[in-house]
């Protein structure tokens, strides 16, 4: 069974920074694309950052370009997202998903539950 679930949101002032973290179960990186997305109530699903499976490969959207970083850590089987520089405008629930055809289609095959981010200025 395929799972995912994140970790690590919070309230952080602007400028800061927050590490997230989602632990997965349930296949190999390699076979799925993993990516994390966030949501504002009221708003659509946006994708953040993708992990390319099996490509060593990440894929970011322009405006976190520079502030993040996703990358995993294979052993523990957790994908992490770091966010640098922080802003209002990052306020969200963030998603890990995970899809199989390796890349990070908005509509990706499993979701965590996600986690909130909650960033003041």
């Known amino acids: 069974e395929v799972q995912l679930v994140e970790s690590g949101g919070g309230l952080v002032q602007t400028g800061g920074s927050l590490r997230l973290a989602c632990e997965v179960s349930?296949?190999?990186?390699?076979?799925?694309?993993i990516g994390w997305f966030r949501q504002v109530p009221g708003q659509d699903r946006l994708g953040v950052a993708c992990?390319?499976?099996?490509?060593?490969?990440?894929v970011y959207e322009d405006f976190v370009k520079g502030r993040f970083t996703i990358f995993s850590d294979n052993a523990k089987k957790i994908v992490y997202l770091q966010m640098n520089n922080l802003e209002v405008e990052d306020t969200a629930v963030y998603y890990c998903?995970?899809?199989?055809?390796?890349?990070?289609?908005?509509?990706?095959?499993?979701w965590g539950k996600g986690t909130l981010v909650t960033v003041s200025s």
């Open positions: 998903a995970a899809d199989r055809t390796r890349k990070c289609p908005r509509l990706m095959d499993y």
């Open positions: 349930g296949f190999s990186f390699d076979d799925y694309g």
């Open positions: 992990l390319i499976g099996g490509e060593d490969r990440a």
